[in-house]
Antibody, heavy 116, light 110 residues
Framework: EVQLQESGPGLVKPSQSLSLTCSVT????????WGWIRKFPGNKMEWMGY???????SYNPSLKSRISITRDTSKNQFFLQLNSVTTEDTATYYC??????????WGQGASVTVSS | DIVLTQSPALAVSLGQRATISCKTN??????????MHWYQQKPGQQPKLLIY???NLASGIPARFSGRGSGTDFTLTIDPVEADDTATYYC?????????FGGGTKLELK
């Protein structure tokens, strides 16, 4: 059974970078697609981007050039970096396995607050 | 971007049927499939996939849950509703990038 677990700082200062790790067990990240989704206070959900089994990426244009998703296949982990954060980036961040656009397995989520 | 619209809340009685709707501003059908999916999220938990491609039940999901629709109109039905079904339900489209979600429908018991 696939399991995903997010980890990273819970507090980030404005203008700095947010970095999260998703550790995957029970399934290789060299198969399928792997993505990041966030849920804002007030329940709005936003797909942020994904990295494919081959390492190619796709990002939500709303995040413009602030986002980067990378991976370490030797550790079966993938990573989110979001630059120049503001208070608007305060959210719970989820990593997920994706198959044909369907998010069929999710991590428990990492709450990130952007505040000075 | 494709916009998905859901009613914010729905209240139903135990044992009754709950029907949650999701309307899109663009057709999400493509080559015979409707790229619409449904998730359940309970407080403090991660979202869970319920239905994929409009009407397919995800693994381990009870048959009380069903989905239907095509084009721009979709519904998730829970029949009969149990106490454990109180949660927020989200629709999500994968027809076009960026993939987008509805605003969520909070299901409450009367």
């Amino acid at each position: 059974e696939v399991q995903l677990q997010e980890s990273g700082p819970g507090l980030v200062k404005p203008s700095q970078s947010l970095s999260l790790t998703c550790s995957v067990t029970g399934y290789s990240i060299t198969s399928n697609y792997w993505g990041w989704i966030r849920k804002f206070p007030g329940n709005k959900m936003e797909w942020m981007g994904y990295i494919s089994y081959s390492g190619s990426t796709s990002y939500n244009p709303s995040l413009k050039s602030r986002i980067s998703i990378t991976r370490d296949t030797s550790k079966n982990q993938f990573f989110l970096q979001l630059n120049s954060v503001t208070t608007e980036d305060t959210a719970t961040y989820y990593c997920a396995r994706i198959a044909t656009g369907v998010m069929d397995a999710w991590g428990q989520g990492a709450s990130v607050t952007v505040s000075s | 971007d494709i916009v998905l619209t859901q009613s914010p809340a729905l209240a139903v009685s135990l044992g009754q049927r709950a029907t949650i709707s999701c309307k899109t501003n663009q057709n999400v059908d493509y080559y015979g499939n409707s790229y619409m999916h449904w998730y359940q999220q309970k407080p403090g938990q991660q979202p869970k996939l319920l239905i994929y491609l409009a009407s397919n039940l995800a693994s381990g999901i009870p048959a009380r849950f069903s989905g239907r629709g095509s084009g721009t109109d979709f519904t998730l039905t829970i029949d009969p509703v149990e106490a454990d079904d109180t949660a927020t339900y989200y629709c999500q489209q994968s027809r076009n990038l960026p993939w987008t979600f509805g605003g969520g429908t909070k299901l409450e018991l009367k």
